[in-house]
């Protein structure tokens, strides 16, 4: 008598993110490379410290519109995958597709690369072997060219590290972003505290201008700063993409979303008041590792020594976090054949996307070679375009889904919160194409490429998501 053979169930991912687990990896998202690196460009291409934190208090209002806006996505779509579960279900498994393509490259593989380059530049006060612009390698020239050198080398084993890691279980993960954000707030705090209680800063900075870079208007140049801050807050949709592994994600994740965002939001207005009190504008200038800078100002090298190294482990907790979450999205399309098969195969012990998170990280390694300021716009472009489609969506399931649970700050002053964060992206991508077409076209041109690889590819077997 034969006994029929059984297939063993396939592994599938786990509910076990709590809300203190989920608002780290919101916290850790949105912490690291945009407010470590990208306020001395800023005091280049403004001039004026009170545009400076103008710029970054709409940055913020801007990012709680759009966690908000997510939130009420979250609660009515409680899966894995966020972006491209909402505009598969709004506009179709194409444009679900071209945002999960698109993550692949500069949502999470092209932030893990920043990230990790200026994980190297801070070590660089060190070693300045390891700052980008000591790179002993450079091919091409312009906005371009490709860099190698040792802080590459080093930028992509510490991305080699964190993917290998996170390889075996999130669980485990979870645990060490959990000590590597409750560090890293410690630090931001500790320095902010010090500083302005012990360091020797002044606050006539905050009134004296410094010599502008760029050539354009203010107001022109104030929008595309925003580009850059954007890429700061970036990370504020981080728990919608493991929302299939958050324990009642119909209270835990806008907890998380809102709970993240607001205090980040404090954190970076502290951080840029005490970045301007260490510094005036003029020597802040171009700096990557402007928090470096900022110590070293404030209490001498050898205290600054101390934080470069702590806010080098600082964005640590980034590069983790973003290896992290990414797989997830190319996970969720991939079990629903709207992505390369291999991406959703889950090890049976470990419960992890392995293949996925293999390839994310041979791309962010990879991406490492190109310039810091053209990712940081490669970033900011892509990522405004996708997420101002999804918060778009609202309006569509509003009006075709008569259940659709309604988040009440969002149902508040309808649709006052969706329409001013659709506003701004939109300009914000407007003047991204004027005043840096490359990075800017680049970001597109990979949207249109991902809408070429479904349709002539994956077209035929895709399936829409669960809702």
């Not at 980008?132 to 091919?139: D, F, K, W």
């Not at 500083?195 to 006539?204: E, H, P, Q, V, Y």
Request: charged share 10%; net charge positive.
């Amino acid at each position: 008598m034969s006994i029929p053979r059984t297939r063993a169930p396939r592994a599938e991912l786990v509910r076990q993110l709590g809300f203190f687990s989920s608002t780290a990896l919101v916290i850790s998202n949105m912490v690291g490379t945009g407010i470590f690196a990208t306020t001395g460009f800023m005091a280049g291409d403004l001039g004026s410290a009170r545009l400076i934190l103008i710029c970054w208090t709409v940055g913020a209002l801007f990012a709680i519109a759009g966690a908000l806006s997510y939130s009420e996505l979250g609660i009515n779509f409680p899966s894995s995958g966020g972006e491209y579960v909402y505009l598969t279900h709004a506009y179709g498994p194409e444009w679900g597709f071209m945002t999960g393509w698109v993550s692949f490259f500069a949502g999470f593989s092209a932030p893990i690369a920043t990230a990790a380059l200026a994980f190297s530049d801070y070590l660089g006060y060190f070693y300045p072997s390891l700052k980008q612009a000591n790179a002993s390698l450079v091919i091409g020239s312009g906005t371009l060219a490709l860099r190698i050198g040792r802080g590459q080398l080093l930028a992509s084993a510490l991305i080699a590290t964190f993917t290998i890691l996170n390889c075996f279980g999130v669980g485990r993960v979870a645990k060490v972003q959990n000590v590597l954000t409750s560090t890293k707030l410690l630090v931001i705090m500790g320095l902010v505290i010090a500083g302005f209680a012990a360091g020797t800063g002044s606050w006539a900075h905050f009134s004296e201008a410094a010599a502008r870079t760029s050539t354009v208007s203010l107001p022109a140049q104030f929008i595309v700063s925003l580009i850059y801050v954007m890429v700061g807050y970036s990370g504020w949709n981080a728990a919608t993409y493991v929302a299939e592994e958050i324990r009642r994600p119909e209270r835990t994740l806008p907890a998380a979303l809102a709970t993240g965002t607001a205090i980040v939001a404090a954190l970076y207005l502290g951080l840029n008041l005490l970045f301007i009190y260490a510094a005036p504008l003029e020597s802040m200038k171009g700096v990557i590792a402007v928090g470096s800078l900022a110590a070293s100002n404030l209490f001498g090298p050898g205290v600054a020594g101390l934080f470069s190294a702590l806010m080098a482990l600082s964005i640590v907790s980034t590069v983790n976090a973003e290896v992290t979450i990414g797989p997830r999205v190319y996970y969720a399309m991939a079990k629903n054949r709207a992505f390369f098969g291999t991406a959703a195969l889950v090890h049976p012990r470990w419960h992890t996307p392995v293949v996925a998170i293999l390839s994310q990280g041979l791309c962010a390694m990879l991406l490492t070679l190109t310039p810091f300021l053209e990712l940081l716009v490669y970033i900011g472009m892509s990522l405004t375009l996708f997420s101002v489609l999804s918060v778009a969506s609202l309006f569509v399931f509003r009006r075709r889904r008569p259940g659709w649970q309604r988040l009440a700050p969002v149902n508040f002053a309808w649709p006052l919160i969706p329409v001013a964060y659709i506003a701004v992206g939109l300009i914000m991508m407007g003047y991204g194409v004027f005043l840096h077409p490359k990075a800017s076209l680049t970001a597109f041109a990979t949207a249109g490429a991902g809408g070429l690889v479904y349709r002539f590819g994956l077209k035929s077997r895709a399936l829409r998501p669960h809702s």
